[in-house]
């Protein structure tokens, strides 16, 4: 199960994480974030000890979206030390989403 990034964990959780972290920008109200939002569980229990998988509700913490200059939801940041390495925007189709992922895992 994906983990739920906060204000209070974030930091912890995503900029602090020895692993590579894939953090969902969502909102209850974005039809194309419920569409990935399974894909992104999936991903979070097949490449478990490999790859930190989260969500971030834009509506709950505005401020990390704005941080981060979250536009357009669904978004998709991998973070690696610390540091955002990849964006995805939008839905797009599993296959795709681990190809993007992949260079970014410590194997």
């Not at 906060?6 to 994480?17: R, Y």
């Not at 969502?26 to 999936?42: F, K, L, Q, Y």
């Not at 989260?54 to 709950?60: H, M, P, R, T």
């Amino acid at each position: 199960m994906a983990l739920e990034f906060t204000t209070t964990n974030f930091d912890t959780e995503v900029i602090k994480s020895s692993k590579p972290v894939l953090v969902d920008f969502w909102a209850e109200w974005c039809g194309p974030c419920r569409m990935i939002g399974p894909i992104v569980e999936d991903l979070g229990k097949e490449l478990e000890g490999q790859l930190k998988v989260g969500k971030l509700n834009v509506d709950q913490e505005p401020a990390i979206a704005q941080k981060y200059g979250i536009r357009n939801i669904p978004t998709l940041l991998v973070f690696k030390n610390g540091e955002v390495a990849d964006k995805i925007v939008g839905a797009i189709p599993k296959p795709m989403l681990l190809k993007k992922i992949q260079p970014h895992l410590d194997n």
